[in-house]
């Protein structure tokens, strides 16, 4: 069974900050991986989504590698900022198929000024 | 405008009734799904339905149950047989994006409170 781990479960950094979340994963059949963001009381917000062939992707101050052996992915985030404040999940298909996700637990980030 | 809406945003419901949320997407997705999230877990799956007048359990899905009438709809009651129903309920669709992956997409949630 796909057991998805997210370290640290809380992360409180001051602004300006280089950061780096992780995620782990048990089952490295996989072919893609997905980072979302989710705000308090809100749903959750597609970030980027890591194909299994990538070991990067980008999209502005963010940046996901991806080690499929390791069982590994990393969310960069550079020059932090407070809007950045959010809960950070990342998500892998499920390895039982039927396109579903198993979602890890998340990481609580808080940028302070 | 593309996307799922989710409605109410909040409900409060006593015991020993059922209610229904409500989920529609204009996304022309085939796949949608139900979670649950409580406070300091992940998202749990409910039901998912990969097609129209089909759906399968998810996780946890004593006491809840499912329709897919309509591609663009799908609800979800909770019943009373649902012994701590109080949570915060997100729909999902999924969907094949640029370079082939599927994408799953988010509705902004209902919560649920019994009194």
Request: net charge neutral; with cysteine; charged share 20%.
């Amino acid at each position: 069974k796909q057991e998805v781990t997210q370290i640290p479960a809380a992360l409180s950094v001051p602004e300006g900050e280089n950061l780096v979340l992780n995620c782990s994963f048990t089952d490295s059949a996989i072919y893609n991986l997905q980072w979302f963001r989710q705000d308090p009381g809100k749903g959750l917000t597609s970030l980027l989504l890591i194909q299994s062939s990538q070991r990067e992707q980008t999209s502005g101050r963010l940046n996901a590698s991806l080690d499929k052996s390791s069982g590994r992915s990393t969310l960069y985030i550079a020059a932090s900022q407070p809007g950045d404040s959010a809960t950070y999940l990342c998500a892998v298909p499920f390895t039982g198929g039927g396109n579903k996700l198993t979602f890890g637990t998340g990481t609580q980030l808080k940028v302070e000024l | 405008d593309g996307g799922i809406t989710q409605s109410p945003k909040y409900l409060f419901r006593k015991e020993g009734q059922n209610v229904t949320l409500s989920c529609e997407q204009n996304l022309n997705h085939d796949a949608m799904y139900w979670y649950r999230q409580d406070p300091g877990q992940g998202l749990r799956l409910i039901y998912y339905s990969q097609i129209v007048n089909d759906f399968q359990k998810g996780d946890i899905a004593e006491g809840y149950s499912v329709s897919r009438e309509k591609k663009e709809s799908f609800p979800l009651t909770v019943t009373s047989a649902q012994k701590n129903p109080t949570a915060f309920y997100l729909c999902a669709s999924m969907g094949m994006v640029a370079g082939g992956n599927y994408e799953q997409f988010f509705g902004p949630g209902t919560r649920l409170t019994v009194l």
